[in-house]
Every structure is written in structure tokens, then in C-alpha cells.
């Protein structure tokens, strides 16, 4: 009797539960990326002719009626000819595995091959008896006159044909979705067990932004100890920008591993070229941006234009040398007796000296020298990052920063303009400050309430009071916000 109300007490759990998991699988190139993005109502996933498009996971959630749903993007069944294959074909197991219901796409104009066979036989060994409750057949690319009959003899009864281009049967495979998903929760039959079922965006989102190869998926497998993202020694393995929720000592976050950024002259396809587009769209979208450089090879011209689009967006920003161990590795061969902690510590030093002269766009940036391979001082990638968020997170509302202001201006020459009276006397007006007010907002916001207009005042005088009042309010780690305003004469003509 009490097995009974175990059971019957799982049984009434999973009908409470409301999000429902979907993969979508298929070989490469029959459009389940782009079926992807109008699931999720988002253009998340990279979408192509070429094969192949989408390597990793990407994991969106979304909501129709009164069910939340966690749809799964799987990278397109390979040959298992590389590394890289073999990574993507476990990754398409794992999310069957994890899911309560599998898209299966096909595409119309194509014939049922190898490929797809595996992918059947894969659903078939993980859903067995219920199979045609968890898997929908979806024949993609039906625009045409020209119906392939071959798919509908698979022994899938439940497959519909549709067409992403121009949007055909679209919502009805939505509702489809809905009423299966609908089933299993209320037979219980939903994968209580899934990895992805507990998905959610919450936390600051970091993105991982840099060169290719420079090590970026590395050090979030490193950070993670996961393998949900994939990594290679082939320039370019990252395609897509892949979210993954994390905690850290009670913190939440949200890393982003994004594709290797190269130079315009290095870009060898249009894929490539939408890839970088959105991985320097990660840079805006994020809460706190990390550059990883190699330090082995030193700064690049591409280092610094990524700095400036950081910059550019006022971004809090972490730069990490990676690859730490190959320089330590060449100066203990040099060096011998001499190398010890003390040198270490002096050539970080000079390393970090360098590197902030050259990226002086985003001096403010902590650096850290680490290695993903040897996970060399790993860790305080994360203190570092707990450390940037402690600072966007400080409130300034309680200082009177007019009398900050103000006292800073006491040593500095101000800047005046001179204007010219009815009577022709010129009078020189010196810069005055009325109110400083403080704005809580991505970062430290401040906005001066003065007696000039914008454009007259000087860059170099704005520039001095930012570099200033960032060390005077200790903001050491994030950008500040500085903006300028007149204040209006209340005389009328």
C-alpha cells in the first residue's frame, strides 16, 4: 500500500509540473535551426546552406497556453569522420535521452538515408513502446507540389508536412506539439529525470568573447566541468552562441561560449561572416564581457578592435590571458634556478602593465593569467567575475556627489567659454556645477547638471573627470556612465 502512494504521490507531482522538453533532430540541412527560431519566436540559432550549421546545444525556452517549454536545438548528424562528429552524434543521444518529446525533421525533397536511419533506430532504442507519443515526424520543405511519400512509411504515425520558408502549417505543428505535450502530463509520462527540464535564464550573463582558437570553449568545459559545449583544436569549432546557466557560491550566471571572432580578411564564408555579427552582438546583450587573449602569441590587432567594441558599448569587461602555462614552461627552460614565484609574480606584472597600455580603451578591466589546459589559477576567473558584479552592484544614491564634484574641480583649471553681450563686451564663463545625480543602471550612472551645452566642453576635461571620480568613488573594476546637462535659464524672452 505505501508503494501505492509513492507512486500515485510521483504521478500527481508530474502533473504539476508545466515545462515539457523538446529536441529537434535531423541530418544536416533540412532546416532545424531556422524550424528553431520560429518555435522560440528568436534568431538564436545560425541558419545556412552549409552542412553542419549548428555544432553545439542551444536551449531556448518558450510558452504556448498554459505549458512552458524548453526546446533543443541538436547540431545535424554527421559521418563520424572527425572528432568533432562524434562530439556532435553524442551530444543528438544526450538530448533524446533528456527530452519528453522529438521533433524528427526531414526534408521533403531528399531521400531517407543512412543517416536518418541511425537517428530512427537512436529514437526507437530510447522511446521503444511509446514512441509514436513522444515523436513527431516533421516533413520539412513541402512548399512544392512534389510530395515525398517515402518518409510516411517510417512507422511514424504522427508526422505532419510543413514549411519553414514560407511558414505552412507552422502553428498547427505547434498545437500538435501542445496536445502531445499535454498527454504525457497528464499520464505522468514526462521525463522527470531530464537535465534540461530545470533550464532557466536567470543570473548575469557572461559572454566569452575572442580570437579563434584562443581557448574559449576550453575554459568554460575548464570552469563547468561539463561537456556541453564543444572543443576542438580546429579554428572556428563554435559556431553558434551557446547559454549556459551556472552557480557560484550562490551567485547565478549565465555563460556564453561565442564564436571565434576573425578578421574581415580571414572571413571565408557567409556563415562565418553572420557568426561574428553575432558574437559581437553577444558583446552588447551581455552583463559582463571576457576577452580571452593568448598570451603566448601576444596581442593582436583583433584584440584590440574587440576592446573597442567593449568600449564602444560600455561593457564591464575581464581580459584573460590564456595559455599562461606555454610562457612558463619557455622562461623555466631559460631560466632554470632562477625561475621561482617571485619572478612570476614581477612578469604578470609587466605582462599586465602592457597589455592595459594597449587596450587602453578598457584599462578598467582586471586581468588574469590562467591556463584552460593546466587549469593554472582557474579560479579566479570566477572570483573575478563575483568581483565585478559587487561593484555593478553598489549604490551611490546616499553620496553627495555634488560636494565630490566639486572638491575634485578645486585643483583643475575649468574650462570657460566667452560670450558676447548686447553692448559687444565679451564675458568669460567658467564651467559651474548645479547637481550631480546618481541613475542605477547597467553600470554607474552620473549625470552632471552643469551651465554648458555638450559640445562645449572640452573631451579631455570630460575624460579627467571620469578617470577621477572613478578612483575618488573607488570604481576600480567597471566603466562609469558620465553624462552632461544644462541647466535651463528660468529667464523668458
Known amino acids: 500500500m505505501l508503494d501505492n502512494l509513492t507512486e500515485n504521490q510521483e504521478i500527481k507531482d508530474i502533473k504539476n509540473l508545466t515545462k515539457v522538453v523538446v529536441s ?10 531556422t524550424l528553431f527560431n520560429l518555435l522560440v519566436n528568436k534568431g538564436i540559432a545560425v541558419t545556412s546552406e552549409n552542412e553542419g550549421t549548428t555544432r553545439d546545444l542551444l536551449i531556448k525556452k518558450s510558452k504556448f497556453k498554459d505549458l512552458e517549454f524548453v526546446f533543443i536545438d541538436t547540431g ?15 551530444k543528438i543521444i544526450e538530448a533524446v535521452n533528456n527530452s519528453d518529446i522529438v521533433l524528427f525533421v526531414v526534408d521533403n525533397n531528399s531521400v531517407f538515408n543512412l543517416l536518418e536511419e541511425e537517428l530512427l533506430n537512436i529514437l526507437r532504442n530510447t522511446f521503444s513502446k511509446d514512441l509514436n507519443e513522444r515523436v513527431i515526424l516533421v516533413i520539412n520543405k513541402s512548399e512544392t507540389k512534389n510530395e515525398n511519400q ?3 512509411f517510417l512507422g511514424l504515425k504522427d508526422y505532419i508536412r510543413i514549411s519553414c520558408k514560407i511558414l505552412m502549417n507552422i502553428d ?9 505535450a499535454k498527454n504525457l502530463v497528464e499520464k505522468g509520462l514526462v521525463n522527470i529525470n531530464s537535465k534540461y527540464r530545470d533550464y532557466e535564464e536567470r543570473g548575469l550573463k557572461i559572454s566569452f568573447i575572442g580570437r579563434p582558437n584562443v581557448g574559449k570553449s576550453s575554459l568554460v568545459n575548464a570552469i563547468l566541468n561539463d561537456n556541453r559545449v564543444i572543443v576542438s583544436d580546429i579554428a572556428g569549432t563554435t559556431r553558434d ?14 555563460l556564453i561560449d561565442t564564436p571565434g571572432v576573425r578578421r574581415k580578411s580571414n572571413i571565408s564564408s557567409k556563415l562565418e561572416a553572420y557568426s561574428i555579427t553575432r558574437s559581437i552582438g553577444s558583446i552588447k546583450h551581455s552583463d559582463i564581457v571576457i576577452l580571452v587573449i593568448d598570451i603566448s602569441e601576444g596581442l593582436t590587432r583583433q584584440d584590440k578592435r574587440l576592446a573597442y567594441q567593449i568600449y564602444k558599448n560600455l561593457k564591464p569587461a575581464i581580459i584573460i590571458a590564456n595559455k599562461f602555462d606555454i610562457l612558463l614552461n619557455e622562461y623555466k627552460q631559460k631560466l632554470k634556478n632562477k625561475f621561482d614565484n617571485n619572478f612570476i609574480e614581477n612578469l604578470k606584472y609587466e605582462l599586465g602593465n602592457s597589455i592595459k597600455e594597449q587596450l587602453y580603451l578598457i584599462n578598467y578591466a582586471p586581468i588574469y593569467f590562467v591556463s584552460a589546459k593546466t587549469k593554472y589559477q582557474l579560479e579566479s576567473i570566477l572570483y573575478g567575475i563575483k568581483a565585478v558584479k559587487s561593484e ?14 566639486e572638491n575634485m574641480l578645486l585643483s583643475v583649471p575649468l574650462p570657460y567659454i566667452v560670450e558676447t553681450k548686447v553692448n559687444k563686451k565679451q564675458k568669460k564663463i567658467k564651467f559651474k556645477i548645479y547637481d550631480v545625480i546618481y541613475y542605477k543602471e547597467e553600470v554607474p550612472t552620473l549625470k552632471v547638471i552643469n551651465n554648458f551645452d555638450f559640445k562645449e566642453i572640452p573631451e579631455s576635461f570630460k575624460n579627467y573627470i571620469k578617470n577621477n571620480i572613478s578612483k575618488i568613488l573607488n570604481i576600480n573594476n567597471v566603466p562609469i556612465k558620465l553624462l552632461f546637462s544644462r541647466k535651463l535659464d528660468k529667464k523668458t524672452n
Open 392 to 405: 555593478l552592484e553598489r549604490d551611490f544614491s546616499n553620496y553627495n556627489l555634488k560636494e565630490v564634484f
Open 150 to 152: 517515402e518518409y510516411e
Open 24 to 33: 529537434i533532430i535531423g541530418k544536416p540541412n533540412v532546416g532545424k535551426s
Open 172 to 180: 498547427e505543428l505547434k498545437f500538435r506539439i501542445y496536445e502531445k
Open 241 to 254: 552562441s551557446v547559454d549556459i546557466p551556472f552557480k557560484f557560491e550562490g551567485f547565478e550566471f549565465i
Open 76 to 90: 545535424g548528424v554527421l559521418k563520424n569522420q572527425t572528432d568533432i562528429d562524434l562530439s556532435v552524434n553524442n
